[in-house]
Structure formats: structure tokens, C-alpha cells
């Protein structure tokens, strides 16, 4: 039972527009949900963070949202730019479960110029 | 500022050899993490540690062994390679074990023939 899922493994957008990314969780133990971008041959790198206390948060360019009702997080990347282009991953942790990090199988974002 | 480092890059290995993973990081981080990525999956645990001497598994810890010896060190230990762990390994350290973002390493590629 995959506990993390993130639907739609890839998504293309111009540039300048804005990028939303879609990740559904199942475990209402999460309480801890991470972004990280990934670039080939590299490791993934973390992005923008949010705690279930919260709904929002903002770190220029890049927005998640968080729906606890819904387990369903987004991030937003406006406006995209071709240099964001690479798979971003989602992933979620409960402090219960001593904070490991369960990942989604990621989203090939491409940015055309 | 190295981070995390990961060695070697690439790998083939035939069926039965085995292998160590190296990974190393200098920013004195407690928690370390063995991650597995298959084509178009998200990342597996495989094993991690909370410190020195202490180690734990992950979701998918049959044939890997690791030890954590030093703060800076976790090796991954592959015996009797099989064709089922061809895959990208990704070794990771955090601050904290929740609420605290990932480091990853650029990984190492295997591939088992």
C-alpha cells in the first residue's frame, strides 16, 4: 500500500506560468511533509517544507499548501522558469514512526522556454 | 563544503560478489540513511542510524548490512549480489530525525549482471 502517491508522473508547462505539483497521502499519522527537486545524476535536494500545524508556506517562488481533511499537499512554482526543470518528490514523515521519510514516486516537471 | 560524499559513482557487479557502499559526511550529523530509487519509483529506506554503533532497518533491508562505527561513516554492505539490486543507492544524513530536511549524496548507480 503505497502511503505517498503522486499521481501524475509527469507535467509540462511554459515558461513564466505557473507549475502545480499534486501529492496525496493515505497515513494520518503524517504530520511532517517535505518538497525536494531532483536533478539527473544528482542527489535530490530539499526544497520547501511544511508542518501540519500549518496550511501554507512560502519561500519565494515556491508555495505548498497543505489539506489535512483532504491528505493532499501541492506545491506552486510561479512563475516557472526552465532551470526548475527536474522531478520533484514528495514526501512525508510522523513523529511516531521516529521521523523516517516516505516518498512518492515523483514528477517529472519540464519547463519549455 | 562537501556534504555528503558517496563513492564509487557507478558499479557493475556480477551475480554472488558483493561490495561495500561508501558514504561519508562532514557536517556532524547523528542521523544517517540508505535510500534505494528504481527507474520511475520514489526512494526506498533500506537502513539508517540514529548514531554511533546504532542501526535500524528500513522498509527493505534483506541482503544489505551496514555499521556505523564514526559519526562521519555509514558503509552499505551488498553480499551476494542479485539482479533484484541493480539500482541507484542514495545515502542521506539529517540534524534532527523529524522535522529536519534531508542531505542527500549524488549516488551511486549499480548494476548487477
Known amino acids: 500500500d503505497q502511503q505517498v502517491k503522486q499521481n501524475s508522473p509527469s507535467l509540462s508547462v511554459q515558461e513564466g506560468r505557473i507549475s502545480i505539483l499534486n501529492c496525496d497521502y493515505t497515513?494520518?499519522?503524517?504530520?511532517?511533509f517535505l518538497w525536494y527537486k531532483k536533478y539527473p545524476a544528482e542527489g535530490p535536494t530539499f526544497l520547501i517544507s511544511?508542518?501540519?500545524?500549518?496550511d501554507k508556506n512560502e519561500d519565494g517562488r515556491f508555495t505548498v499548501f497543505l489539506n489535512k481533511s483532504a491528505k493532499h499537499l501541492s506545491l506552486h512554482i510561479v512563475p516557472s522558469q526552465p532551470g526548475d526543470s527536474a522531478v520533484y518528490f514528495c514526501a512525508a514523515s510522523a513523529q511516531t514512526n521516529a521521523g523516517k521519510s516516505t516518498f512518492g514516486d515523483g514528477t517529472t516537471l519540464t519547463v519549455k522556454p | 563544503n562537501a556534504g555528503v560524499t558517496q563513492t564509487p559513482k557507478f558499479r557493475i557487479l556480477k551475480i554472488g560478489q558483493s561490495m561495500t557502499l561508501q558514504c561519508t559526511q562532514d557536517?556532524?550529523?547523528?542521523?544517517m540513511y540508505w535510500y534505494r530509487q528504481d527507474p520511475g519509483m520514489g526512494l526506498k529506506l533500506i537502513y539508517y542510524s540514529v548514531g554511533a554503533g546504532i542501526t535500524d532497518k528500513g522498509e527493505v533491508p534483506n541482503g544489505y548490512n551496514v555499521s556505523r562505527s564514526t559519526t562521519e561513516d555509514f558503509p552499505l554492505r551488498l553480499e551476494l549480489a542479485a539482479p533484484s539490486q541493480t539500482s541507484v543507492y542514495f545515502c542521506a544524513s539529517s540534524y534532527r530525525i523529524y522535522n529536519s530536511p534531508l542531505h542527500f549524496g549524488n549516488g551511486t548507480r549499480l548494476t548487477v549482471t
Open positions: 497515513n494520518s499519522m503524517f504530520d511532517y
Open positions: 557536517m556532524n550529523h547523528n542521523y
Open positions: 511544511i508542518s501540519s500545524i500549518k
